[in-house]
């Protein structure tokens, strides 16, 4: 005969709360568990540390969508010109992406990839030269100069940037078309053919009046043709900016203007806001009479590109030589992009009187009205090997 356990003997199982009921319980009613409540430290722990990880991987994939985004469309403008890229025959979609990555049109090569194969294309993108790519450009700018196309092969590409000299553009026209010489478009320039409403009357020096800028041409162009096209380029872009007003909107003629622009165009370090501070130097130094001190103009002078200068460089009476000559040199010092022409007629409201360079990289001057301050800057600057 066997002992029935009494009610007392029977084990004690908690009543499940309200809260805890499902309609799938995986719990066996008849095993012993413990509650864990949201609002007792084990669960406000539980609870904590679930939230945390919530958070942390929304701050991981928000950060993952920034930088996606940066890749997609980079901060701030296009940069300069990219002089050309070539696509070879074959080229696969992954080898163009390395080529702009290494041009640095794009950010990211797998990027590039990823999002022309999400939007379709890439599958028919000519071989040949593209002369349009700027640095710093989105995805969507890089694609649509590729679904362009690239110069037909009929045509000749020339690229003229800012800055350069006309001693220098006319080798570069030459290096493009072989069936040209260097003494075939000078000859052109002095022929009277070629025509600006900028140039001063008697003058044959077309220094700063042709356009920095990248062009299509006829393989079989002629020297005219391509002189003309530069020149015309440079008169339309000083057109939109009101150079046929010069006088009334900045007080000096044209051609005083692009001259001045020619030495902004020289002399301005990367940040873009220096051109219109130049500019605003070199009018404050002319309204006061003072020597406009340019080294760049005093280089042009003496035949040479960059270098330092010697005391006796210094020295030498050339017209070009702002160290010793009061005012604007004679012509522009070389080809002025938009953004120094523009800076030239519009110039930065100011009192600065000196500027010295202060950083190589980036290249950036510090702008100052004060004497003592400059003195100070640059001695700082030549100490660190600035210049």
Not at 94 to 110: E, Q, W
Not at 118 to 137: C, I, L, P, T
Not at 208 to 234: H, N, R, W
């Amino acid at each position: 005969m066997t002992d029935t356990p009494t009610t007392s003997q029977q084990p004690t199982r908690r009543p499940r709360p309200p809260e805890f009921e499902f309609e799938n319980d995986f719990l066996d009613p008849g095993e012993e568990y413990v509650p864990i409540r949201v609002n007792s430290p084990v669960g406000r722990r539980i609870v904590s540390g679930v939230v945390a990880v919530f958070l942390a991987l929304a701050i991981v994939a928000g950060l993952g969508v920034v930088w996606a985004m940066r890749q997609l469309d980079p901060p701030g403008e296009q940069g300069a010109k990219v002089d050309k890229v070539t696509v070879p025959r074959g080229a696969t979609l992954d080898s163009i992406a390395t080529l702009l990555a290494a041009k640095k049109v794009i950010s990211s090569a797998p990027v590039f990839g990823l999002y022309a194969k999400v939007r379709g294309v890439g599958g028919a993108w000519k071989a040949g030269d593209y002369v349009k790519f700027r640095e710093n450009s989105s995805m969507n700018e890089a694609t649509a100069v590729l679904a362009a196309g690239p110069v037909p092969p009929q045509s000749t590409a020339l690229t003229i940037v800012p800055g350069t000299r006309l001693a220098e553009v006319l080798p570069v026209i030459a290096r493009s078309f072989p069936s040209i010489t260097v003494d075939q478009l000078k000859a052109t320039l002095d022929s009277g053919r070629i025509t600006s409403k900028y140039l001063p009357p008697d003058s044959k020096n077309f220094e700063g009046l042709m356009a920095p800028d990248t062009y299509e041409f006829p393989k079989k162009a002629s020297p005219e043709l391509i002189l003309q096209k530069l020149v015309d380029q440079q008169t339309s872009v000083m057109d939109k900016l009101g150079y046929g007003r010069a006088e009334a909107l900045a007080g000096r003629s044209a051609y005083d203007l692009i001259t001045m622009a020619s030495l902004i165009e020289k002399e301005a370090g990367d940040p873009p806001d220096e051109k219109a501070k130049i500019a605003r130097v070199i009018n404050n130094r002319l309204d006061t009479n003072e020597i406009l001190g340019i080294d760049a103009a005093v280089l042009y002078g003496l035949g040479r590109r960059n270098g330092g200068l010697t005391k006796e460089d210094l020295a030498v009476d050339t017209p070009y030589n702002t160290r010793i000559k009061q005012g604007l040199p004679p012509t522009p010092i070389c080809m002025p992009g938009s953004e120094a022409l523009a800076a030239a007629i519009q110039p930065a409201q100011g009192d600065w009187i000196y500027y010295v360079l202060i950083s190589k990289n980036p290249s950036t001057h510090l702008f100052t009205a004060s004497a003592s301050e400059f003195q100070a800057a640059k001695a700082k600057a030549q100490a660190e090997g600035v210049f």
